[in-house]
Structures are given as C-alpha cells and as structure tokens.
Antibody, heavy 119, light 107 residues
Framework: EVQLVESGGGLVKPGGSLRLSCAAS????????MNWVRQAPGKGLEWVSS????????YYADSMKGRFTISRDNAKSSLYLQMNSLRAEDTAVYYC????????????WGQGTLVTVSS | DIQMTQSPSALSASVGDRVTITCRAS??????LAWYQQKPGKAPKLLIY???SLESGVPSRFSGGGSGTEFTLTINSLQPDDFATYYC?????????FGQGTKVEIK
C-alpha cells in the first residue's frame, strides 16, 4: 500500500524557517517524481514544488522561488521541503504528493502537515 | 500561468441526481486535465486523469469529458459519499494549477 507521511509542521514566526519531511513507503520511491502541494485554511489547492527522480530537475511556483528548497533522499525514501523567510501567507496544510508520470497529476497524497506562520 | 476556472462554485443536489461541474482553462491544455475529490480534513483523492480516464478504484458513476479549454466532471446518480469539494487541475505546463473548487452539498 502506498503511504506518504508528512511531518515537521508547526508554529513559526514571520521570517522564520521550517523543514518539512515526507516518508514514503509501499512503492519504489526512486522511480517517481515527487511534489509538494499546499492548501491555505478554507482555500483551494496550490502546487508548490516538484523534483524529478534523481533530482536532475526541480521546479517551484513563482511565489516560493528563492525561499523554498525541495530535496529528496532516495536511499531513505524521503522528500523534504526547506522553507525560509516564511510569511503569514505561507500558512497552509502542506501535502506531499506522488507524480505517476513526469510533471503530470498527483495520484497519491499524504495526510498533510499544518504550517502556521504567526507572531 | 494557466488559469483554471470552475463553475459553479457550489451546488446543492439530492441523492440520485446527476451533477455536472465545468472547468475552463485560460488557454488550450489538450487533454491534460485531472479531477480530484476532497472531503473536509482529508487529502484530495484522484478521480480522473487525461480528461476522461477513470483512476483505478473510482466508481463508474464518475466520468470526465472535454478537451482544449472546456472540461466537465459528471457524477451520475449522486451518492451520500459524493458530497465533497471537487477540483480540476491542469498539467499542460510544469506549473500545475488548480481550479478554485466546487462544493457539492446536500439539498
């Protein structure tokens, strides 16, 4: 069974940093591109970042460029998101999501981890 | 970025009704469209990909159609488990974008 389990969310002050993790199991992690997608409270879904199988290509949404860094460790079947210079508008549930192809849709999602940016 | 616009934003329907949600793209995306269902407090669930392909395990009462800039998600014979919010998502470009969502409520 495919499982994606996010962790690392919490309360952080504006300007602060946080590192999210996503532990994958039930599939060959190194064979799939992976993504982060977020959802602000009561709002819709927003794609954040993508990373290819071997990290050879990485993409970010414009509002995250220069502040967020996606990475992966295939040996540990884990995905990460380093978030710096956090703003109130980054408050959201962050989901880890698997990409069944190459920059396509998201076929499996984790349960999400809540990041709250507030003073 | 490609803008995705869903209509309506919300609708009320009864069990057994046929429901259709529309999603429009700001430019042609061929058939590179997916649909998701999300229930409160839960992660989205993939229903449809490539505009009309049903994801494994999804009931056949769900169907998708369209191409280019206009797409539909149809739920035939709405069931109690179907009351949720539905999102479309384009993947014509790496910068994937979602519609704003359509909430399907019980009448």
């Amino acid at each position: 069974e495919v499982q994606l389990v996010e962790s690392g969310g919490g309360l952080v002050k504006p300007g602060g940093s946080l590192r999210l993790s996503c532990a994958a199991s039930g599939f060959t992690f190194s064979s799939y591109s992976m993504n982060w997608v977020r959802q602000a409270p009561g709002k819709g879904l927003e794609w954040v970042s993508s990373i290819s199988l071997s990290s050879s290509y990485i993409y970010y949404a414009d509002s995250m460029k220069g502040r967020f860094t996606i990475s992966r460790d295939n040996a540990k079947s884990s995905l990460y998101l380093q978030m710096n210079s956090l703003r109130a508008e980054d408050t959201a549930v962050y989901y880890c999501a698997r990409d069944p192809g190459d920059l396509v849709y998201f076929d499996y999602w984790g349960q999400g981890t809540l990041v709250t940016v507030s003073s | 970025d490609i803008q995705m616009t869903q209509s309506p934003s919300a609708l009320s329907a009864s069990v057994g009704d046929r429901v259709t949600i529309t999603c429009r793209a700001s430019q042609s995306i061929s058939s590179w469209l997916a649909w998701y269902q999300q229930k409160p407090g839960k992660a989205p669930k993939l229903l449809i990909y490539k505009a009309s392909s049903l994801e494994s395990g999804v009931p056949s009462r769900f169907s998708g159609g369209g191409s280019g800039t206009e797409f539909t998600l149809t739920i035939n014979s709405l069931q109690p488990d179907d009351f949720a919010t539905y999102y479309c998502q384009q993947y014509d470009t790496y910068s994937r974008t979602f519609g704003q969502g359509t909430k399907v409520e019980i009448k």
